[in-house]
């Protein structure tokens, strides 16, 4: 009899023994013909495989019928399961020193259906371009950061400017001096001028960029330099409690931030003292 480890060898070596239990996984029945046309394996091939599977019982096969059963199904499953985790894991080698449990408190299995956007050669900040684009098509967002680069304020500007976005911020005080620049001030101040916005700021320092948009969890990894590293996106229900849980945490220590108040914060820009006194002043 072989061992589970002989049956999980048997499909991890195999991609098409996993490419023919998920042709299969409808529960349905199917021809040889279609099998073959599904996963582009040469009959002889086909039947050594569908033999095999056979003898696990996780098929049934009827003349030229063949039909996953119960077992199967359940094989099928689970090893996919195990096959999403894996490839998480393996995209989450390189930033696994930077994903601190004292931040992310719920168990890593959470993430294993995530996708995870990491930098390459050609796109470092793949990241960063990743987080616009889910911010410039959301409807409902959330977003708790210590930085806003100029590609995710165009995103949110543009969102919200056009009406389609409802938007809630956390940021840190050195967001708001950031956002004293010439180039930015004007995008920022509609943003907070808009009904449809409202901004916060905290005192506290925000480790990590946390976004809930429309239900979708994203959440930056930097290093300790605060490049970025990755951006891990997740609908997984615990995920999501997390980082809803750690936005009201911070937005009900937080002071409001209005056009008026950041229109104040502009003319004392240069006295870094008088804007930490504006932007601690009030918490409304």
């Not at 930077?98 to 796109?123: G, M, R, Y």
């Not at 987080?131 to 165009?154: D, G």
């Not at 389609?164 to 001030?185: G, L, Q």
Request: hydrophobic share 40%; with cysteine; aromatic share 6%.
């Amino acid at each position: 009899m072989n061992s589970a480890l002989d049956d999980v060898a048997f499909l991890a070596l195999s991609e098409n023994r996993i490419a023919l239990l998920a042709g299969l996984s409808d529960e349905q029945t199917h021809t040889r013909d279609e099998l073959m046309d599904a996963t582009n394996v040469s009959r002889p091939t086909l039947g050594r495989i569908l033999g095999d599977l056979e003898e696990r019982a996780w098929i049934t096969q009827y003349g030229q019928n063949v039909q996953i059963t119960s077992l199967g199904a359940w094989v099928h499953d689970e090893f996919t399961d195990l096959l999403a985790m894996m490839d998480t894991a393996r995209q989450l080698r390189p930033v696994e020193e930077w994903l601190s449990a004292d931040i992310l408190t719920f168990e890593l299995s959470c993430l294993t259906d995530a996708s995870v956007t990491l930098p390459s050669q050609n796109k470092p900040l793949a990241p960063m371009y990743r987080a616009s684009e889910l911010e410039r098509t959301a409807r409902q967002s959330q977003v708790l950061t210590h930085a806003l680069p100029a590609p995710c304020l165009n995103a949110h500007w543009k969102a919200i400017t056009t009406g389609t976005h409802h938007f809630e911020a956390v940021v840190t005080p050195s967001v708001v001096t950031a956002m004293t620049d010439p180039a930015r001030r004007s995008q920022f101040t509609d943003i907070l001028m808009a009904d449809q916005a409202t901004m916060y700021v905290s005192d506290d320092p925000i480790p990590n960029i946390v976004g809930v948009n429309d239900g979708v969890v994203y959440f930056g990894v930097d290093d300790d330099k605060g490049a970025p590293l990755a951006l891990i996106e997740t609908d997984n229900e615990t995920v999501r409690t997390w980082a809803t849980e750690t936005f009201q945490s911070y937005q009900q220590d937080a002071s409001l931030l209005t056009s008026d108040r950041f229109a104040q914060i502009q003319e004392t820009a240069p006295d870094s003292n008088q804007m930490e006194e504006l932007l601690t002043s009030s918490h409304d």
